[in-house]
Each structure stands twice: as structure tokens, then as C-alpha cells.
């Protein structure tokens, strides 16, 4: 079994700060991390492996300084690691996102076949999640988000089985490979690193591919020339000057509070009364 993991250095969301003219993210002096959803992801290839044997690739795109994510990516476990980085890719929204790393997947799949590709299910620093649907949509491979389980994989059959939180429940999905999974948080528990993979990481190349490393066979779906996206505004939201209302009564039972604050928000949400009518 052949895995690619894709992984993207984030920063850190509680620090992020918006370039006032272009909108977009500033990374410079701001502490970077791996994606927390993508360990999600990296941890259950590396299950996998272990499992059915085979290789974990780890994917970034990105400045050079995201060989720093790739690297821990290593020292967890991961066999090989690739940053897709060049200058052109600079200010690439999800489109120009996927299309470069579908193609850079492509690549790999040349040097070994790709059973599966995984993503975290979104980025702390977009929340979009749709990166890894962009990818499936590429490179026309089956689809599975919100996957919080494996249930089974059988390469000789080339079908795998999965749990997909919905809804309203979990669905039960079963499909061929290759496919695209996107994992859900708490899927599972990530390990610890050994020794010996923390020392193979300082040492190991991660392999730095530019655009035409990459196979990207059209610059203009690339960087900003490829992203249509545009972000009009960005502010943060204005405090709410409403208080919280109290609401007491004095000898009552819980009954009596609750008919309380039902009819408070009937007062104020006439709407809602009704709606509540018709629900009951």
C-alpha cells in the first residue's frame, strides 16, 4: 500500500494577523505548526502501513520554511517527504492549490502507484476544507470525507471500507481504490515519535520540487494568475453590546423556569413560538 499523506505548515491561529491591502495571511514572524487535522490523517496511513506494509509519502506546498512540517512528518514515521515550492505557486487560493499538488501526486504516482491520499479534513488557517475535494475532483479518484474510521482495507480486492460521520449518524461506505480520504478529528490517537525516526529526519532529504518538478503543464491555473478567489473584507467582529438578561424565580421548579424562559423567547422571537407549535 502506497500513501500519500498531504500536510500543510499553518500558522499559529491564535497569532494570525491579514496583510491590510492584499488579504492575505501574513506568515512572517508568526509561529508555524502542522495542520493539527493533517496528524489525523498521517496517523492513519502510517496504521495502515503497519497493518498491510507498503510507504508513506508525506506532500506539502509551500515557502522552504514548511520543510520544517515535512520534517516532523518523519520523525513520526512517514518513509519519504516532498515540498512542492516555487515562486510561482505564491498566493495560490484552494482551485490553485489542489491543481498544483493533484499534479505533484501525479508525479509520485509515476515513481510508485498511489493507493490512497489522504487529507485532515480542513486547514485551521482557511476552513474551507475544500483542498482535499479539489484534489479527488483532479485527479478522478473516489471521494470520502469525514472519515472517523477505517473499518477495512483489502488491496486484493482494491476495495476499502469506511465510517463516515453525517448527519444525523455514521454512514457506512465501501468503494475501489484509489481514492482521496479526508479524516476527521479524534479518529485516532497520533504516537510518539522514535528515536531512530527523530534521527533519520535531521538527516533524510526532503526532496524540494519546483513547478516543472511538480508536472504543472499550465502556469496560469497556478499562484495568484490561478485564484479566482477574492476576499473583499476582513474584519474582526464588533463585541455585543447586549447584556445577558437574568432570569429568577423565586420557590418555582424547574417546570416553572423553563415555561419562564420559553415564554421570554416567545416574547422577543414570535416566530419561534410558532415554529415550536408546529414541531410539536
Not at 519519504?80 to 482551485?95: N, P, S
Not at 476552513?127 to 470520502?144: E, F, K, S, W, Y
Request: include cysteine; proline fraction near 5%.
Amino acid at each position: 500500500m502506497h500513501s500519500v499523506v498531504c500536510i500543510k505548515q499553518v500558522p499559529d491561529s491564535a497569532q494570525i494577523r491579514v496583510h491590510p491591502v492584499t488579504n492575505t495571511i501574513m506568515r512572517q514572524g508568526v509561529p508555524a505548526i502542522v495542520n493539527p487535522y493533517d496528524l489525523f490523517a498521517l496517523e492513519e496511513a502510517l496504521r495502515l502501513r503497519d497493518q498491510l506494509g507498503g510507504r508513506v509519502t508525506v506532500i506539502s506546498m509551500g515557502p522552504t520554511q514548511a520543510e520544517v512540517a515535512l520534517r516532523k512528518a518523519l520523525s513520526l514515521g512517514a518513509d519519504d517527504a516532498i515540498l512542492v515550492t516555487d515562486k510561482a505557486f505564491a498566493g495560490a487560493d484552494t482551485l490553485a492549490t489542489s491543481y498544483a499538488l493533484a499534479a505533484a501526486i501525479r508525479q509520485i504516482g509515476k515513481e510508485l502507484p498511489v493507493d490512497l491520499v489522504f487529507t485532515g479534513k480542513q486547514t485551521i488557517d482557511g476552513d474551507t476544507a475544500q483542498v482535499g475535494p479539489g484534489i479527488a475532483r483532479r485527479m478522478g479518484l473516489q471521494l470520502l470525507t469525514y472519515v472517523s474510521r477505517i473499518v477495512e482495507v483489502a488491496p486484493e480486492r482494491r476495495e476499502i471500507v469506511v465510517e463516515r460521520r453525517a448527519e444525523g449518524g455514521v454512514q457506512v461506505l465501501q468503494t475501489r481504490l484509489p481514492c482521496l480520504i479526508t479524516m476527521l478529528e479524534d479518529s485516532n490517537r497520533m504516537r510518539f515519535g522514535s528515536l531512530p525516526d527523530a534521527l533519520r529526519a535531521a538527516r533524510q532529504e526532503v526532496r524540494h520540487w519546483d513547478k516543472t518538478a511538480a508536472g504543472i503543464e499550465d502556469v496560469t491555473k497556478i499562484g495568484l494568475k490561478g485564484s479566482p478567489t477574492i476576499v473583499s473584507k476582513v474584519f474582526t467582529p464588533s463585541p455585543r453590546a447586549e447584556k445577558a438578561e437574568m432570569i429568577a424565580i423565586e420557590d418555582g421548579s424547574p417546570a416553572d423556569l423553563a415555561a419562564a424562559l420559553l415564554g421570554r423567547i416567545a416574547a422577543r422571537f414570535p416566530g419561534v413560538e410558532k415554529e415550536l407549535a408546529q414541531r410539536a
